[in-house]
């Protein structure tokens, strides 16, 4: 796994109040390409309704700082709330990327809602379907990939630059770990895909990688420095930020 710790590139966080869930734009720090991970498409349960103020938000963050959208990243399939990239994608352009065992979820979420034919469960609905240990470029920002999972089968971390985007695999101390009851989950996976991250390059030396990751209290998102010693992993150096909203 390539760690680029001199690499730092900015983050923006966007709060939806509604599922708790917090997205990301990911600017490289050398051009105005940027990237947004796990977009928010907002849904009034009650009515069914479905509104894009969240995704808007994101774009016209993106279109104010006169930025380049060349990725949509999904970190998992998320079970609280509806992707917006297919909006984004239309609005801003981009790339929509997921773990390749997106087709595992399909599959089984597929017979669950008894989904015909006209469903595919191929990934055809993304424009890449990452494997462990792909890579992918954000103008001169590299983003490699690792994947973790245990929360769902197609969960994925992204490390770009200094920072790692865990997604649900991990969270501040406050929330612990992900769930693994979800179809295709299981705790000994997750177990593994948290050894795996912890054990990240400078993780275990010096600690200086930027674990971006949500709050489950206080819905902000943070940056997290695990301990050098893996037998107390509770993190270390945390940085709390507001989220936009």
Request: glycine share 8%.
């Amino acid at each position: 796994m390539h760690v680029d710790l001199n690499t730092k590139p900015a983050v923006e966080a966007f709060f939806d109040p509604v599922s708790s869930t917090i997205s990301y734009v990911v600017q490289d720090p050398a051009s105005n390409a940027c990237a947004v991970v796990d977009s928010v498409l907002d849904l009034d349960y009650a009515s069914g309704r479905i509104k894009t103020e969240s995704a808007d938000r994101m774009i016209a963050f993106i279109k104010d700082n006169d930025l380049d959208l060349q990725w949509i990243i999904e970190t998992h399939v998320h079970a609280d709330h509806l992707s917006a990239a297919p909006y984004l994608q239309q609005r801003a352009g981009g790339k929509i990327g997921i773990g390749h065992n997106i087709t595992v979820v399909q599959e089984v979420f597929g017979k669950v809602f008894n989904e015909g034919t006209e469903f595919q469960r191929d990934g055809s609905q993304f424009d890449a379907l990452f494997s462990d240990g792909d890579s992918f470029h954000i103008g001169q920002l590299r983003g490699d990939v690792m994947h973790t999972p245990g929360h769902t089968p197609a969960c994925m971390t992204h490390v770009m630059g200094d920072a790692a985007f865990v997604g649900d695999t991990l969270f501040m101390p406050d929330g612990g770990s992900a769930r693994c009851d979800f179809p295709g989950g299981s705790a000994e996976e997750l177990y593994d895909s948290i050894q795996r991250i912890l054990a990240l390059p400078d993780v275990r030396s010096r600690g200086r990688l930027r674990f971006v990751m949500r709050s489950l209290r206080t819905f902000t998102w943070a940056t997290a420095r695990p301990r050098p010693s893996l037998s107390n992993s509770a993190p270390r150096g945390m940085h709390s930020f507001p989220c936009q909203s």
